[in-house]
Nanobody, 123 residues
Framework: VQLQASGGGLVQAGDSLRLSCVAS?????MSWFRRAPGEEREVIAA????????YYADSVKGRFTISRDNAKNWLYLRMNNLKTEDTGIYYC????????????????????WGQGTLVTVSS
């Protein structure tokens, strides 16, 4: 399974961005993780294959929306009202083994990772 993330860039605080991630094959749960400068990787959002289960980090609730298009193997992250603390490298991750309603915030539960896309939010 290969994942290709895109959509990052340099924006100002308050702006919006949409990140995209395409998988080479069918995947189960997918998620977005972020590694901020000098910080550990953290989960931002996750979604089950059927879309019924989602998770958001407290820091992005109400601002970010995760979604997916299973027909085309795409994962998205809509980011509104961006803040400087949202700066970091965003990675998409996928599981290919578990059932359609499964979801996890643990990075070690995901088998496949994209290369990351850099988001820089300036004040």
């Amino acid at each position: 399974v290969q994942l290709q993330a895109s959509g990052g860039g340099l924006v100002q605080a308050g702006d919006s961005l949409r990140l995209s991630c395409v998988a080479s094959v069918r995947t189960e749960a997918m998620s977005w993780f972020r590694r901020a400068p000098g910080e550990e990787r953290e989960v931002i959002a996750a979604i089950s294959r059927d879309g019924d289960n989602t998770y958001y980090a407290d820091s992005v609730k109400g601002r970010f929306t995760i979604s997916r298009d299973n027909a085309k193997n795409w994962l998205y992250l809509r980011m509104n009202n961006l803040k400087t603390e949202d700066t970091g490298i965003y990675y998409c991750a996928a599981d290919s083994r578990r059932h359609s309603t499964w979801i996890s915030q643990n990075p070690y539960d995901y088998d496949y990772w994209g290369q990351g896309t850099l988001v820089t939010v300036s004040s």
